[in-house]
């Protein structure tokens, strides 16, 4: 939240924050920095995100995970990359917050995002994107039957309706706590979500 309020330049925006029912004092500290904070009553990224989404007023929609944080650059290089009519979605650069034992893991998937992108199969993180509001709202935001991959599903789902791009002045750092007690374990765990989303395509709630 601190991050989003440093933003360059865009003095305009809103910041919403859904609380998915934490015990900690995480609404309270949302309390000072956010213009709207929303309690949801279930826990899901994908109906906490679709119920941000519905308060909100701009034209331009921008996802950031509690346990991500926005380079100051952030959202102005989201509203520069909306500034092409044709672009519904968009994304950039993931980093870790910690300092980890692959750090070239992110570099990796960044460039496969770019690979993905360029071919128009995205898959973009959920952690950090942002879309066009009038686009999110006709294909009906993020599919709330999804546990995992709803970030991918709405990746590919507005890819048909407009452009997504990948643009490196979208930079963001997330958490890699899930992944520093056994990388490995996590990171398979990660793979096997998105193969079932591809094989089964929906997980049950």
């Known amino acids: 939240m601190i991050s989003l309020k440093k933003q360059k330049g865009c ?34 990224p994908s109906i906490q995100r679709n119920l941000g989404a519905k308060m909100a007023t701009g034209d331009v929609l921008a996802f ?15 509203l520069e990359a909306f500034q092409d009519q044709s672009v519904v979605c968009a994304t950039g650069s993931l980093f870790s917050l910690e300092k980890i034992k692959r750090p070239y893991l992110y570099d990796l998937t960044n460039t496969l995002q770019r690979i993905l992108v360029k071919i128009n199969y995205p898959l973009f993180w959920g952690a950090s ?11 009906k935001g993020f599919d709330e039957r999804l546990l995992t991959s709803e970030d991918h599903d709405i990746s590919l789902r507005i890819r048909k309706i407009g452009k997504v791009v990948f643009d490196e002045k979208i930079q963001a750092f997330t958490s890699h706590r899930k992944f520093l007690q056994n990388e490995r374990k996590a990171f398979l765990s990660y793979a096997k979500d998105i193969l079932e989303y591809f094989f089964v395509r929906t997980l049950k709630a």
Request: charged letters at 30%; glycine letters at 4%.
């Open 11 to 44: 003095e305009d925006s809103e910041i919403i924050v859904v609380d998915g029912g934490s015990t900690d004092a995480t609404v309270k500290i949302a309390e000072k920095y956010a213009d709207k904070v929303v309690i949801s009553p279930k826990r899901s």
């Open 64 to 78: 950031l995970d509690a346990d991500t944080v926005a380079a100051e650059s952030w959202l102005k290089g989201i």
């Open 129 to 139: 994107c942002a879309f066009r509001a009038n686009a999110f709202q006709r294909i």
